[in-house]
């Protein structure tokens, strides 16, 4: 009954709190870009700091401050990550990110003190979740980069097979930028390699070689296919040698890739799914025939 008591004071006080504070946390209407551009650029960039989410808004500042005070975090993350991840590491700089690791961390023991006079167990629950709040961050930036990643491995062998038809008629640069642009408007830009040509595209215009800014996209993303294709590319013009070839090889490479990928994640179904079953049929077995068992044979004996 205590712990009961506890509980559902715990839940009034959280409440109260909610009920309380909830109004600051909501997210104001975006405002019209064009009566933003006439505000004072204190007002505008206040203006849009509170169109953040409100976790966003209570941990950045804290974060930023503790970076810009021990920049030695910065050592801890690695800016690679970030980059993986399809963030700016000039926005989000890997002493941020350590110190947000360490304020989640922080937060979560000090919701663990607080919350012991009503729930004496609760700083022993908060130790993991301080644990999970730390790890979080980083596994965070490191899933999203090998989402990324594996997204562009998926969409690079269809991007080839529509870019190889146009390259023989209207040379690979601007079928590179149409194919792109198609893309990238058909999926509502959605289509992740898409966008990432596209800026490609727009540094070649900018007087960058087109190959060059495709291998620091492919830096970026970690994608060694889309470094070695466009090296080949390259290298097969200034050689003389066909375009459409080489296109043709990387395409089906991609492709038999892909499928042993896709392959050796199905032969791992048949294990997984034998373990499930033993841990959902065995325990059950043992209740309803081995134990009867067992106790009838101790009732005869």
Not at 35 to 46: I, K, W
């Given at each position: ?9 715990g ?16 997210t ?33 500042p ?9 920049p030695?975090?910065?050592s801890q ?34 919701a ?13 629950l ?10 979080f ?13 594996a ?5 690079l ?25 198609a893309?990238?408007e058909?999926?509502?830009?959605k ?9 490609a595209?727009?540094?070649?215009g900018?007087g ?8 620091d ?9 889309l470094d ?8 097969a013009r ?9 296109l043709?090889?990387?395409?089906r ?5 892909e ?22 049929y065995?325990?059950e077995?043992?209740?309803?025939v ?9 009732g005869r004996?």
């Amino acid at each position: 009954m205590e712990l009961l008591g506890a509980g559902a004071t715990g839940l009034a006080v959280f409440s109260l709190l909610m009920a309380i504070f909830a109004p600051g946390f909501a997210t104001p209407p975006r405002l019209d870009a064009v009566r933003a551009a006439g505000l004072p650029r204190h007002r505008y960039e206040r203006l849009v700091s509170a169109e953040q989410p409100f976790w966003e808004r209570l941990v950045a500042p804290l974060a930023s401050r503790l970076a810009s005070r021990a920049p030695a975090l910065a050592s801890q993350v690695n800016e690679r990550d970030i980059i993986r991840a399809g963030l700016d590491p000039r926005t989000l700089s890997p002493a941020e990110v350590y110190a947000a690791k360490l304020v989640l961390a922080l937060s979560a023991v000090a919701a663990g003190v607080v919350l012991t006079p009503l729930f004496p167990l609760a700083l022993l629950l908060a130790l993991p979740v301080a644990w999970i709040g730390y790890v979080f961050p980083t596994e965070y930036l490191g899933a999203r980069g090998r989402r990324r990643q594996a997204q562009l491995r998926r969409e690079l062998p269809d991007f080839l097979a529509l870019v190889r038809p146009l390259a023989g008629k209207d040379g690979l640069e601007r079928a590179v930028a149409s194919v792109a642009d198609a893309l990238h408007e058909a999926s509502g830009g959605k289509s992740l390699l898409a966008a990432q040509v596209r800026s490609a595209v727009a540094a070649y215009g900018a007087g960058t070689n087109l190959y060059a800014a495709l291998r620091d996209v492919a830096a970026a993303a970690d994608l060694e296919e889309l470094d070695e294709l466009a090296s080949a590319v390259e290298q097969a013009r200034r050689l003389g040698k066909g375009v459409a070839e080489v296109l043709v090889e990387h395409e089906r490479a991609l492709r038999e890739a892909e499928r042993n990928r896709l392959l050796g994640a199905a032969s791992t179904v048949q294990p997984k799914l034998a373990v499930i079953l033993a841990g959902v049929y065995l325990p059950e077995f043992v209740l309803l025939v081995v134990l009867p068992l067992f106790i009838s044979t101790l009732g005869r004996i």
